[in-house]
DNA sequence: ACAAGACGGTTGGAAATACAACGGGAAGGC
DNA sequence: GCCTTCCCGTTGTATTTCCAACCGTCTTGT
């Protein structure tokens, strides 16, 4: 656990929390870990949960498949994220959506009541935590707002340009990488992967943008 | 103001909070209120605020409109719910839609800096609003997380099931009314309005369902 | 070294959507 | 009563997407 102690003073969650505080509160919350292999399901749909999840190392796919086994990735989460928020504030709600490692990934689960229910002035930090969740929770809004722009574009095209720009925004530069493959990609912006490959091939001979891979460039 | 005490103490907002401790606090969080007449923006793209809005009377879009004039809508707000809160919790973010009234609505203003920020041992009901603003938090994240869901379907007809379910599952009936006409539907599932007329009818004529205007009933 | 699988690109036909234009009916204002 | 506006449905065409199948390359495991 220790080895993981700045990557969780550097998370969103424990943001403003001195390394010695989080060592009493990870025993206040119960905190456990427990490893994954790839493929592996962390969350399913259907489950009822009380705990949030924060990804100590790995990568994480929220995502649902459907009767005809066709997949829909909602979001990606990586290293030092938490995951199941939602629910685990929820308390009585069940998941809609399976969380599923994508690598071999450690996780870390906390008791959401302890810090939603705890007297807040019984320790100092206590207040802090639960007002980082809030931040966080507003932050997957705004993600997931996000996610709504490009889905709502009509044409596969304005699809992954509206997608493409945000990453680059994101990543401060017209050069950049993306953290899904070819089929993801297609998952996650529920379109054919056939027809977003030759989309994207159109738009590079168009000279809009080039690519290697996952690696991309905006023009 | 008094009149609206009863819809501001069944507020998920406020909920659990006596009407007492509701006078006190809505002077500490520099409360106001201001009306809006129908198409008039509450807040617009861009902006920035530190105000929660929350909704008295009338009706209120969050949406977006493009360039070339198409509109997408993400959500509806009804009365007794508020909007706004992501950015408002967030600070220094730029708002990405619209809020835009579609009927004569008055709309009261929170200052959301005094509902973080106040030492939580100051009043009693303050940690009981920072758990209610999560757990709307929360439910917010939930509703995109199904308009997701209602947005990936790759079909018009499948978006409709989708949407007209959640709807159906909501009233607990599978008589129900949507809160949007053709137009305002078909924006917010960014489809051809036209199209999802005719494929409304086709259903219809399939038996799978009926409807009058906004008015549907399942089978 | 070899086989198997993952990944990205390409193609052609079937299906669905977008777009523009039109018509009828209901509601609302004068 | 009349006119205007809004709302919903219908139709036809052009465009786009989906789907299935196939190929070449690269990686991985044995």
Same mark, same amino acid.
């Given at each position: 656990m220790e080895k993981y102690l700045s990557l969780l003073k550097n998370s969103k969650l424990f943001q403003g929390i001195s390394e010695d505080e989080l060592r009493s509160m990870l025993d206040c919350l119960s905190a456990v870990t427990r490893d994954y292999h790839k493929g592996e399901y962390v969350f399913s749909r259907g489950e009822r949960i009380d705990s949030v999840a924060l990804l100590l190392e790995g990568g994480i796919h929220i995502q649902k498949e459907d009767y005809w086994g066709n997949l829909s990735i909602l979001s990606e989460i990586t290293e030092g994220e938490i995951f199941g928020e939602v629910y685990a504030c929820l308390g009585s709600d069940e998941l809609l959506n399976n969380a599923v490692a994508v690598k071999p990934s450690k996780v870390l689960f906390l008791d959401v009541k302890r810090i939603l229910t705890m /007297?807040?002035?019984? /320790?100092?930090f206590h207040g802090r935590l639960i007002r980082n969740l809030l931040t966080v929770l507003a932050q997957k809004n705004k993600m997931l707002t996000r996610k709504l722009e490009h889905m709502s574009r009509r044409t596969t095209r304005e699809k992954l340009l509206s997608y493409l720009s945000e990453q680059s925004q994101r990543a401060g530069s017209p050069v950049f990488d993306i953290p899904f493959n070819r089929q993801q990609l297609a998952d996650f912006l529920s379109v054919d992967r056939s027809a977003m490959s030759a989309e994207l091939c159109r738009m590079r001979d168009e000279g809009i943008l080039s690519f290697d891979r996952n690696h991309f460039i905006l023009n």
């Open positions: /007297c807040p002035s019984a /320790c100092q």
